[in-house]
């Protein structure tokens, strides 16, 4: 018998392909089988369909079990380690009203591409349901009020379902059901504004969904929420991880001298025994505004200190001067795309999510060049989402995100 580890998995903009295979062998009841489906040769379209089917077999076959009660679900993620207990990252799995940008309730940080945003649109009306879980972070004053306390007593008591899956995290689950107790929560949370941590793609699909049976003429209905996870960032601070670029057949010597046009320029030691003292240079000069290390296996250079005329020159029209100031703008704007003449999109730059020794590897093997990076600060996200503006692509990765398959929405249940 497979235990839950085995039938969830992450969400599904972070599954590549081989990890895709891997989830997919690990149990024929995967989660990754709906969110994921398969295309079909010849037949553009006819996933979603399969993932619908796939859904229903499995409500028929008691695979996936309707709650009988309204509930919101409080939903733990920790990790531990061998100097002490780790982190604890605790928040409410629930629907949430869709609302445009414009209302300043759900604030996105990052623009969208319409080919996630159609498929996972798609994906949502074939099955009629919401599989996974958006990432929402609110201000919940530091663990006062009642949604606090509703949290706090509900940790106590014990969880419906528990698992730890193969990256170490333990996730635990409560169903909240007490009508007082939701009541309570609803009247707390209502006043709130929320920043999308994670799943801006979701969301638009979300709107678009709402869009579309508004103009069909439909009521008020269960389109006009979506499934999300709403976490405290005053009790649980988010933990943002850096996202590294790599350059293919872009010679890292070369890199660096086109760089010292526009940046301080200091070699450093070099190969993987050096990274880690590489990544601290990179953070402390980080303290003092833009800064980037460029490496392969063989180089090093720390780059700082970026020329302030020419990176107001690079800037595109309409930004605010603190938009500009981010070293994700100087990175997209002054150094990859003027100085040395590229295009930021997928097929010119690479990302590599946190792993500095990935990326330097990956760039290796490409007769490449690794851009390693800070990460934000919530304090810039939380800023620029404030203001109304994106943050650069390939920005933000907040962590960590919510498992799916532990809850999911169907329409059918409102």
């Not at 005329?309 to 990859?336: D, F, H, K, T």
Request: include cysteine.
């Amino acid at each position: 018998m497979s235990g839950l580890a085995e039938v969830t998995s992450p969400p599904y903009d972070v599954i590549f392909r081989d990890k895709e295979n891997q989830l997919m062998a690990a149990d024929p009841h995967n989660v990754v089988r709906l969110i994921l489906p398969r295309p079909v040769p010849g037949h553009p379209g006819e996933e979603y369909h399969h993932a619908a089917e796939s859904l229903r077999r499995w409500q028929d076959e008691n695979i996936l079990v309707t709650d009988p009660k309204p509930a919101l679900y409080m939903y733990e993620q920790s990790a531990s380690d061998d100097a002490g207990p780790g982190w604890l990252q605790r928040g409410l799995i629930g629907a949430v009203g869709v609302v445009p940008p414009e209302a300043g309730i759900v604030l996105p940080h990052e623009d969208v591409s319409p080919g996630p945003v159609a498929g996972r649109l798609a994906l949502m009306e074939a099955t009629q349901a919401n599989l996974e879980p958006i990432f929402l972070l609110y201000d919940g004053r530091g663990g006062y009020g009642a949604t606090a306390d509703v949290v706090a007593e509900t940790a106590a008591s014990e969880p419906l379902i528990s698992a730890r899956t193969p990256d170490g995290l333990r996730h635990r689950l409560w169903a909240i059901n007490d009508a007082d107790d939701l009541a309570a929560i609803a009247e707390d949370l209502a006043p709130r504004q929320a920043l999308i941590a994670d799943g801006h793609h979701r969301y638009a699909a979300y709107r678009q969904l709402q869009a579309r049976r508004r103009q069909a003429g439909s009521a008020s209905g269960p389109w006009d929420y979506g499934l999300a996870l709403l976490v405290d960032s005053a009790t649980y601070p988010p933990r943002i991880g850096a996202i590294h670029r790599v350059i293919p057949g872009l010679d890292v010597q070369h890199a660096a001298k086109l760089a010292a046009l526009a940046f301080a320029v200091r070699q450093l030691p070099s190969g993987t025994a050096s990274l880690p003292a590489a990544v601290n240079a990179l953070s402390e000069a980080g303290a003092d505004g833009p800064a980037f290390v460029l490496a392969d296996e063989q180089s090093a250079y720390l780059i700082s200190h970026p020329d302030h005329a020419q990176a107001a020159a690079a800037m595109p029209a309409g930004r605010s001067r603190q938009w500009q100031a981010l070293p994700a703008a100087v990175l997209q704007e002054l150094l990859i795309t003027r100085i040395w003449g590229l295009t930021d999109d997928d097929d010119v730059v690479r990302v590599v999510h946190h792993d500095t020794e990935a990326a330097v590897r990956s760039a290796q093997a490409a007769s490449g060049t690794a851009v390693l990076c800070n990460p934000m600060t919530p304090d810039e996200v939380y800023a620029v989402a404030a203001r109304g503006e994106k943050v650069p692509r390939k920005s933000t990765s907040f962590a960590p995100k919510p498992r799916t398959g532990l809850v999911l929405r169907s329409f059918a249940q409102g």
